[in-house]
């Protein structure tokens, strides 16, 4: 069976996936903010550069020249090499080049549209052409107007770019300090997740959920169990004190009042239980049930001894708590003047205990979870409190005792609830001498 995550493990975890969530999350975002600004910067150097090229006045003149490239040639050169930019090339109406990094370029269209800027209007953008896939501004290069009323006539292009591998370069140099920073605050927050999980688990005093749990239903357990052991010892206290003054059918009657007592006797309920608490226990829940309207029996194959020493009466107190919450639980599953038997033995090394009833029985899905402590199929207004504790008990005193209970059909046609006890080795050496001793008497 695959062992759960600890809660310890869990919050780390948890912590460290937020942490990690976020920076990845800041991080993109800082990259995609940073490129963004390292892009602007760039257009606005280039179409500065573009702007202050199509304004020049040698440039300007020298379109009118036989060979414009002589003289625009080393003028865009400079400028290249002053701002840093890729290229600046500068073309005429046609789109032929007059300027170009590459010499062998120049009196040759270019290879992308010049029809933008020729058009008048700047345009910015990334483009592929002879020196690569690069991020570039293109402006019009505008000529001497005929008069003022009349516009300045389109010329001719400047264009200014820069390789977007040389941009990308930019951008990791910038984005080496981005990721160490990021880095650097993913470890810190590890630490920290780690901080605040060791001072979670400390502040719980190291409980697993699971723990916390079996708490819960305990702090719950406990209180219940407080109320019923207050009501119990202020009847044991009236019955003691009318047992001192010598009033023992007064005793007698209150016990009738309370629902605990009757006229039956302990040999007529269990005649083969001879273990006086049991069979008191037996009397008593008889009683009980037949002033609710059932009728409680105890098979005839039911046998007990009385306990043979320290060991054996703690069974059979653990064998009490999980006899009375069966049988109380059997009589409250019961039909109308319905039945409960009661089977008790020991088997090989075990002391069984069975309780049917002839109720609707206890569905499957809910074998495991009508142990759990406040679970229970019926919650009447007048007993909210007081439900759901019973096969709580039994589940704790079996596993206490490293027992089994199993739950299914019995053949009264509801459901049988079957607890096997584990009988304690010294008991077992002590019956067993018993027996040898009974035979060497009888030869």
């Not at 570039?136 to 000529?143: A, E, I, L, Q, S």
């Not at 901080?195 to 819960?216: G, H, K, N, Q, S």
């Not at 829940?285 to 059932?294: H, L, Q, S, V």
């Amino acid at each position: 069976m695959k062992r759960a995550m600890t809660l310890r493990a869990q919050l780390l975890v948890l912590q460290v996936v937020v942490v990690l969530v976020l920076v990845c999350a800041t991080g993109l975002v800082a990259s995609a903010l940073q490129e963004r600004q390292l892009r602007e910067a760039y257009v606005d150097r280039m179409a500065g550069v573009a702007q202050s090229v199509a304004r020049l006045p040698a440039i300007h003149d020298a379109f009118d020249d036989e060979d414009p490239s002589a003289t625009i040639q080393p003028i865009a050169e400079v400028i290249r090499e002053a701002s840093q930019v890729t290229y600046v090339v500068v073309t005429d109406e046609n789109g032929v080049r007059y300027s170009h990094p590459d010499p062998d370029q120049i009196g040759q269209r270019v290879s992308t549209d010049p029809s933008v800027p020729l058009s008048g209007r700047v345009w910015t953008g990334t483009q592929t052409g002879t020196l690569g896939t690069s991020w570039r501004v293109k402006v019009p290069v505008f000529g001497d107007a005929a008069d003022d009323s009349s516009p300045a006539p389109v010329i001719g292009t400047a264009s200014v770019g820069i390789l977007e591998s040389e941009l990308r370069a930019d951008l990791d140099d910038d984005r080496g300090w981005l990721l160490g920073t990021l880095g650097a605050a993913a470890v810190v927050g590890a630490f920290c997740a780690a901080w605040v999980t060791r001072l979670v688990r400390r502040r719980i005093y190291l409980l697993e959920p699971d723990d916390i749990a079996t708490l819960l239903e305990t702090r719950g357990l406990a209180d219940a169990l407080r109320s019923q052991s207050h009501e119990f010892a202020n009847t044991v206290h009236v019955i003691s004190g009318l047992l001192e003054l010598g009033r023992t059918e007064e005793a007698v009657a209150f016990i009738e009042r309370s629902g605990y007592g009757g006229l039956l006797t302990a040999s007529a309920v269990a005649p083969g239980v001879r273990s006086p608490e049991i069979a008191a226990l037996l009397l008593v829940k008889a009683i009980t049930a037949r002033e609710r309207g059932a009728t409680l029996d105890v098979s005839e194959d039911s046998v007990l001894d009385a306990p043979a020493g320290p060991d054996d009466s703690s069974l059979h107190t653990d064998a009490l708590v999980v006899l009375g919450n069966l049988i109380d639980n059997a009589v409250d599953a019961a039909r109308p003047e319905g039945r409960v038997r009661v089977t008790l033995h020991v088997e090989g090394p075990h002391l069984v205990l069975q309780v049917d009833d002839d109720g609707p029985g206890i569905p499957a899905q809910l074998h495991h979870q009508v142990f759990k402590a406040g679970f229970s199929t019926k919650v009447p207004a007048d007993r909210e409190h007081s439900r759901g504790i019973g096969l709580a008990l039994v589940r704790r005193v079996v596993d206490r005792r490293d027992g089994e209970v199993v739950i299914g059909t019995g053949d009264l046609g509801g459901a049988r609830v079957r607890v096997e006890l584990p009988v304690p080795v010294a008991v077992e050496r002590v019956r067993a001498g018993a027996v040898a001793g009974a035979a060497e008497g009888k030869s």
